[in-house]
């Protein structure tokens, strides 16, 4: 009896160890808009303690596609709805790609532009602006809208390490904390192509294992 419950122990201490584990605190509830697509909702667990880590959930025909976004890498899966419902889920080895980040640092610049108030709430509205502006005439870079709320539980960045920008925003020096209220992409006449709009933020607990092996 012992030996079985020493070896159940050794058992879940190497499953433990051989799992990499990402907690969320927060959902975050989008409206996802692009030029030529459907509207739909995108749904971002996030953790407002450390921005290492992001999941992204959205609905493709009644079944949730979970892109699980971790430096450098994406992982993907798809579920059920009602699988999806849980607090911890489990993923042994879903397909996952490599990141390749698009974006130099030397191409772009972050400028802060004056606060805006939406419904009352004054927000932050940062742009990261293309520095060979003929770039945006010729519509090959696209100027880009950060528009961040503060709030008293966000203590980590608002951009993600998992970002394309991140890099930029390092080298800008400071990135702002808060939640993304909008983001989005617009051209040289300032029509928006991409968009996501806060919905509504919700305190809900959602853990993501992922097994090392899978890495």
């Not at 030029?35 to 739909?40: V, Y």
């Not at 921005?51 to 009644?62: C, F, G, I």
């Not at 108030?117 to 004054?122: A, D, E, S, Y």
């Amino acid at each position: 009896m012992i030996r079985t419950l020493q070896f159940l122990l050794l058992l879940t201490a190497f499953i433990a160890t051989a799992q990499d584990e990402y907690d969320f605190d927060y959902t975050l509830e989008y409206e996802y808009v692009a030029t030529g697509l459907p509207n739909h909702k995108l749904y971002v667990f996030v953790n407002s303690k450390d921005n290492t880590s992001r999941l992204n959930v959205w609905e493709e025909k009644d079944i949730l596609v979970l892109k699980l976004s971790v430096v450098g890498r994406a992982y993907y899966n798809r579920m059920l709805r009602e699988n999806f419902f849980v607090e911890s889920i489990a993923l042994r080895c879903p397909p996952s790609s490599i990141v390749k980040n698009e974006y130099r640092v030397k191409d772009y610049k972050v400028i802060k532009l004056q606060d805006t108030v939406i419904n009352t709430q004054k927000l932050n509205h940062y742009i990261l602006k293309p520095v060979n502006e003929k770039k945006i005439k010729r519509k090959q870079l696209l100027i880009e809208h950060f528009i961040i709320a503060q709030h008293p539980d966000f203590e980590a960045p608002s951009i993600s390490k998992t970002d394309p920008t991140y890099a930029i925003w390092e080298a800008y020096g400071k990135i702002p904390q808060g939640i993304m209220q909008q983001h989005y992409h617009a051209d040289e006449a300032g029509n928006k192509v991409l968009a996501t709009y806060l919905g509504q933020v919700i305190k809900a607990t959602k853990y993501i294992s992922l097994y090392k092996s899978c890495r």
